[in-house]
């Protein structure tokens, strides 16, 4: 039953991963965007390993630690890439290149080290998703290709697929909680000196502790163990296709919630996602029926 379901579980990680830029929308000006992604692997590495104290799950027998460290420094690295990205070439340039490079480098590791060959339903849904993800943010700013903030974007994309691809071989040996609360909280040890280096005050009034809490209990905690879990049953390279949702629900918060528009381009982006992520979703569960 769980194996059918897995498939929604990483949408919904990539809904609750989408809601970041408008929770980001709400927080206080002076917060710096590579603070506030240190702040959310901290607060979500802290919830996740109470989580994994209270439900009494610890058990480290035979843990892969250089396994973990590797997916811990593939998390942190995202980060600041990602970040760094957007502000050098644009959010549009910088989104589209880290999220759409993603998928395919998830694929080609498969491919390359794990000798799993993407079929070509991955192929047409993955091309249809970028696609449309390019036609989403086509419209959002002035084209301004920077070629570091390029090379920046594309490491961000290979930080994320390698963090899945790693994850995905440690959840099929250890709980899904245990593996998220223990590379989580690397993580945020990784990036603590964040914390000492840009202007921090801005958590101690309401929003900034508001925000907080949701980028790192909802956003991070609840999202990637969600993911964690769908990866038992979904391949990486599907997983992270799948997380291209993540732009399709922050674009559609933008109109809802903070009053932006989109044009038609951006529209048929929308379809083109919607239509990838949905291919992917049938393909997963046919496989899972074949399987059981």
Known sequence: MIGRLAPFLILMAAILWGTTGTAQAFAPTTAHPIAIGATRLAVGGLFLFL??????????????????I?????????????????????????????????????????????KRRPTLVWWGA??????????LFMDKESVYADPIGILMAIGAGLAFASYTVISRDMVGNHSSLSVVAVVFTLSAIFLAPFLFIFYM????????????????????GIAYLLFARGLI?????????????????AALLGV????????????LGICLLMLGIGILIWSSRRATSTAS
């Open 201 to 220: 005050s801005w958590i101690a009034n309401l929003r900034g502790i508001t925000v907080s809490i949701h980028l790192g209990v909802i956003a991070t």
């Open 256 to 267: 809802f919630l903070v009053g932006e528009t989109l044009h038609v381009t951006a529209w």
């Open 126 to 135: 993955t091309l249809l998703s970028i696609a449309g993800c390019l036609m």
């Open 233 to 249: 049953y979904v391949p990486s390279s599907t997983a992270v296709t799948l997380a291209l949702a993540e732009p399709l629900t």
């Open 70 to 114: 590797l997916a811990a420094l593939s998390m942190a690295l995202y980060q600041p890439l990602f970040f760094s990205a957007v502000s050098v070439t644009g959010v549009a340039v910088g989104t589209v290149v880290a999220i759409g490079s993603a998928p395919i480098l998830s694929g080609v590791i498969e491919w390359a080290f794990l």
């Open 51 to 68: 989580i994994l104290l209270i439900t009494g799950k610890v058990d480290f027998r035979n843990w892969p630690i250089k396994t973990t």
